[in-house]
């Protein structure tokens, strides 16, 4: 079964709670919404964890998804503002979607 990490970071530096979590969960996809230092999220998921994992390229800077499955097990179907869907093919079992969506808080949105 995969296992998924979903975590809005609020933007701080903790790529290496990020990367230990990964590790001892052992986490297939990961998936962090506020995420501003994205390569070196990357190199704490790969220094900690014995998988190798790759960040998924994203022209939205709001989420950030890392993976450990093979090449070519995800295809990236649409990308918005704020939400990213994927189709993921694991090496076992259905394909599915995954959905990261990180909607605007209520605090900075005008009435």
């Known amino acids: 079964m995969l296992k998924f990490l979903f975590w809005n970071v609020g933007k701080k530096n903790i790529g290496n709670l990020v990367g230990s979590i990964a590790s001892e969960r052992d986490i297939d996809l990961v998936v ?26 994203s022209p939205t800077r709001r989420i950030h998804t890392y993976s450990c499955l093979p090449q070519g097990s995800i295809t990236p179907l ?18 599915f979607l995954l959905v990261g969506v990180h909607l605007p808080s209520k605090m900075y949105m005008n009435s």
């Open 32 to 57: 962090l919404a506020e995420c501003s230092t994205p390569l070196e999220t990357l190199r704490e998921l790969n220094r900690t964890s014995p998988r190798n994992y790759f960040h998924l390229p």
């Open 78 to 95: 649409t990308e918005y503002s704020g939400l990213t869907i994927h189709q993921v093919h694991p090496p076992i079992g259905k394909d």
